[in-house]
């Protein structure tokens, strides 16, 4: 393979660098729950929730994840993450090219994870969007 020219392709398993995406509206699909770091073995990712502006809101939710970071030289690409994602927001895809030339610039910031707006996918879960209005009756939300 001629690389850098030619790239070699991955299987449809690979798991390479994370993407945080949105629904399909441009809404951010992270709720900052948080899950994903906890899950994490190798404590690579750092989730630092906020409140949502009503009138403005980042994400379907009552929070976002205002700092979304994960250190790339912690991650062992385990891909639990992605499975403790309740909103499925953070995603494992097949890019493989990873290097930095110093410590600082393996963190990656949600900037740098986040996908465009025009790049979102997807129709917000019912349950997200039952979040907005007050449940009937006020106890429970219909799932």
Do not use: W
Request: charged share 25%; with cysteine; proline share 10%.
């Amino acid at each position: 393979v001629q690389y850098p020219e030619v790239k070699r392709p991955v299987r449809e398993r690979f798991r390479g660098r994370h993407e945080l995406k949105r629904f399909e509206n441009g809404m951010e699909r992270c709720i900052g729950c948080a899950l994903c770091a906890a899950a994490c073995p190798a404590d690579a990712i750092l989730v630092v929730p906020a409140e949502n502006n009503p009138e403005q809101p980042n994400s379907p939710g009552e929070r976002f994840a205002a700092t979304y970071e994960i250190n790339m030289l912690r991650c062992i690409f385990c891909g639990y993450c992605e499975d403790a994602c309740p909103t499925n927001a953070i995603v494992l895809e097949h890019q493989y090219e990873l290097s930095f030339y110093d410590r600082k610039s393996s963190i990656y910031t949600k900037d740098m994870l986040l996908v465009p707006a025009d790049k979102g996918h997807g129709e917000i879960p019912p349950i997200l969007q039952q979040l907005n209005r007050r449940p009937s009756p006020p106890a429970q939300i219909d799932l």
